[in-house]
T-cell receptor
Framework: NAGVTQTPKFRVLKTGQSMTLLCAQD?????MYWYRQDPGMGLRLIHY???????AKGEVPDGYNVSRLKKQNFLLGLESAAPSQTSVYFC??????????????FGDGTRLSIL | AQKITQTQPGMFVQEKEAVTLDCTYD???????LFWYKQPSSGEMIFLIY??????QNATEGRYSLNFQKARKSANLVISASQLGDSAMYFC????????????FGTGTSLTVIP
């Protein structure tokens, strides 16, 4: 039971470097989400996708890009990393709204530090 | 305006006692879902319980119950017979049907169970 898998789990970048976080889910979920978690601020939505080939901005999208070329994968990119992007990043997936009790399933998170 | 408000940054409870974690929400969508997640110090997000906006009865899952007061827009989590393993961050979340299926999270409550 893999569920939602995030890679890498930890990463340290220098300011200005780029990187891509990968999220993969094996539950055939339509919806996928990227969040960042900072102390005292809960989870804030960066971008999300309601299906293959579609993405939308969340609450804090600036400095990030995403792509969903395959249903099972959702990529989060940082083109030019900044210290303000130091955070823990969570990927989540869910079924389409319809069944009434479908929560999000989360990955274990990626701890990213920008020096 | 905040969609989800958790007013208790930190709570303490004696082992074996019950504790209530507060959550209020704001929505004009008649169809929505309310969720509680637990985040232990290891970092993963664990789904605990769900309440749908049309559910007539309060949800229960083992030692967890959700005190749903629709008119007050509150969805408090009640943990009965607290255990040391309940020490964690707890997040309340809401999913609205008509806003692109985003999930909105509160800032969390840190619960410490005292032996």
């Amino acid at each position: 039971n893999a569920g939602v898998t995030q890679t890498p789990k930890f990463r340290v970048l220098k300011t200005g470097q780029s990187m891509t976080l990968l999220c993969a889910q094996d539950m055939n979920h339509e919806y996928m989400y990227w969040y960042r978690q900072d102390p005292g601020m809960g989870l804030r939505l960066i971008h999300y996708s309601v299906g293959e080939g579609t993405t939308a901005k969340g609450e804090v999208p600036d400095g990030y890009n995403v792509s969903r070329l395959k249903k099972q994968n959702f990529l989060l990119g940082l083109e030019s990393a900044a210290p303000s992007q130091t955070s823990v990043y969570f990927c989540a997936s869910s079924l389409r709204w319809g069944d009434s009790n479908q929560p999000q399933h989360f990955g274990d998170g990626t701890r990213l530090s920008i020096l | 305006a905040q969609k989800i408000t958790q007013t208790q940054p930190g709570m303490f409870v004696q082992e074996k006692e019950a504790v209530t974690l507060d959550c209020t929400y704001d929505t004009s969508d008649p169809s929505y879902g309310l969720f509680w997640y637990k985040q232990p110090s290891s970092g993963e997000m664990i789904f605990l319980i769900y309440q749908g906006s049309y559910d007539q009865q309060n949800a229960t899952e083992g030692r967890y119950s959700l005190n749903f007061q629709k008119a007050r827009k509150s969805a408090n989590l009640v943990i009965s017979a607290s255990q040391l393993g309940d020490s964690a961050m707890y997040f309340c979340a809401m999913r609205e049907v008509n806003t692109g299926n985003q999930f909105y999270f509160g800032t969390g409550t840190s619960l410490t169970v005292i032996p």
